[in-house]
């Protein structure tokens, strides 16, 4: 049986975990559905964070709130991509975490969210921490534990 006590683990700080905002793919308020379905279809990533020009957060586009937007009852209304914005589609209600937040906040949002954004406390975007990373630190850590 692996036992990994919790302290050993919430030892690592939220920044070794961050992916920094300069290697997040990202849209912009005012950009349109277009704009945000190319970036998201290109970097392969399902939903990526909305920023403003200030890289301020306000939410997450994603490719299938893109896609129910322009679903109809009869056809695909693909006119909607040029006319209609990002922040009318975007979902607001986020997973986010301050960078002095506790790690055990980051645990549990990431059982339920791919990844989490980070922002300082105006509210300026610093980065992203995903699953991923958060697991590959618990399997190193395990990987010690089973070492010693
Ligand atoms: O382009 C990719 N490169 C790599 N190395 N892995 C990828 C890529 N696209 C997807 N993956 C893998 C990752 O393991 O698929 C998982 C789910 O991707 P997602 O959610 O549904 O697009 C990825 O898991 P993850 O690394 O834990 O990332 C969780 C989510 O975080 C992703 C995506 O929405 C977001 N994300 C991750 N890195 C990002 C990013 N968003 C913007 N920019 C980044 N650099």
């Given at each position: 049986?692996?036992?990994?006590?919790?302290?050993?683990?919430?030892?690592?700080?939220?920044?070794q975990?961050?992916?920094?905002?300069?290697?997040?793919?990202?849209?912009?308020i005012?950009?349109?559905?277009?704009?945000?379905?190319?970036?998201?279809?290109?970097?392969?990533?399902?939903?990526?964070?909305?920023?403003?020009?200030?890289?301020?957060?306000?939410?997450?586009i994603?490719?299938?709130?893109?896609?129910?937007?322009?679903?109809?009852?009869?056809?695909?209304?693909?006119?909607?991509?040029?006319?209609?914005?990002?922040?009318?589609?975007?979902?607001?209600?986020?997973?986010?975490?301050?960078?002095n937040?506790?790690?055990?906040?980051?645990?549990?949002?990431?059982?339920?969210?791919?990844?989490?954004?980070?922002?300082?406390?105006?509210?300026?975007?610093?980065?992203?921490?995903?699953?991923?990373?958060?697991?590959?630190?618990?399997?190193?850590?395990?990987r010690?534990?089973?070492?010693?």
């Open positions: 049986m692996i036992s990994l006590h919790s302290s050993e683990f919430s030892k690592n700080t939220l920044d975990l961050l992916i920094p905002a300069e290697r997040v793919a990202h849209v912009q005012g950009n349109s559905l277009e704009h945000a379905l190319l970036v998201l279809t290109k970097t392969g990533y399902t939903a990526v964070p909305v920023l403003d020009a200030a890289y301020k957060l306000h939410g997450l994603s490719t299938p709130l893109i896609l129910d937007h322009i679903t109809g009852i009869e056809r695909i209304q693909f006119e909607h991509l040029d006319q209609s914005k990002v922040e009318h589609v975007m979902k607001k209600e986020i997973p986010r975490i301050h960078t937040g506790h790690f055990q906040k980051a645990l549990s949002l990431l059982v339920d969210h791919p990844f989490i954004c980070v922002e300082d406390q105006d509210g300026f975007f610093i980065g992203i921490i995903t699953r991923r990373a958060l697991l590959k630190q618990l399997q190193k850590n395990i010690l534990i089973n070492e010693t």
